[in-house]
């Protein structure tokens, strides 16, 4: 089975600074996908970016982007300029291509909450 | 488009009663599954289904049934809760194909207190 630790239970950083969140995973498949969720206080579970494994470019979204390492099982998340609005919970989660039943399955680290102070 | 309803949003059990939540998709996803989230430990998979009729355990799923009778519809069924069950649930859903459109969409949660 799959495992995804997020080592980091807090972070926190300046408005306007960039910082970056953890995130580190364990398998024995050669091609999945990867994904940043974020949660901000009202619950709602939001898509942040998403890395396919068998791509090698990292993934970007505006201000948000991915340092994905296949070899260490590394796949960290960077959040430049930082605002006010992306105080929240992170979870990082790794789903697995293998078989038709995988698509709805992720397996979930335990979530860095970031704190950004004005 | 509503995506993913949950209800109820907040509720209060006693040990031993029963309740059911609901969970209702409008986007003709053929996946949907359960999740429920504690302190420290992230989301963890209860059950899951792949279609109506369709369902399957996930990593946490004793002391929970599910049934799928239509595509749109997954409640979730606690039979005897208990205070290990204090937790907010969350339903999402999925469409299976490209991977552009495996991303799953979750509901808002619902909060469960178990006393």
């Known amino acids: 089975a799959q495992t995804v630790t997020q080592s980091q239970p807090e972070m926190s950083v300046q408005e306007a600074e960039t910082v970056t969140l953890s995130c580190t995973y364990d398998t024995s498949e050669s091609d999945y996908y990867l994904f940043w969720y974020k949660q901000p206080p009202s619950r709602q579970m939001i898509l942040v970016i998403r890395q396919e494994a068998y791509k090698q470019q990292n993934a970007t979204e505006n201000r948000f982007s991915v340092n994905f390492q296949k070899a260490a099982k590394s796949f960290s998340l960077k959040i430049s300029d930082s605002q006010l609005g992306d105080a929240a919970m992170y979870f990082c989660a790794y789903r697995s291509p293998s078989g038709g039943t995988s698509y709805g399955k992720l397996t979930f680290g335990q979530g860095t909450i970031l704190t950004v102070h004005p | 488009n509503a995506g993913v309803t949950q209800t109820p949003k907040f509720q209060v059990l006693k040990t031993g009663q029963s309740m059911t939540l609901q969970c209702a998709q409008d986007?003709?996803?053929?996946?949907m599954s359960w999740y429920r989230q504690d302190p420290g430990m992230g989301l963890r998979l209860i059950h899951y289904?792949?279609?109506?009729?369709?369902?399957d355990q996930g990593e946490v799923p004793n002391g929970y049934n599910v049934s799928r009778s239509t595509t749109e519809d997954f409640p979730l069924r606690l039979l005897s809760a208990a205070p290990s069950q204090t937790s907010v649930y969350f339903c999402a859903s999925s469409r299976r194909g490209s991977s552009g459109a495996n991303v799953l969409t979750f509901g808002a949660g619902s909060r469960l207190t178990v006393l």
């Open positions: 986007m003709n996803h053929e996946y």
């Open positions: 289904s792949v279609g109506a009729g369709i369902t």
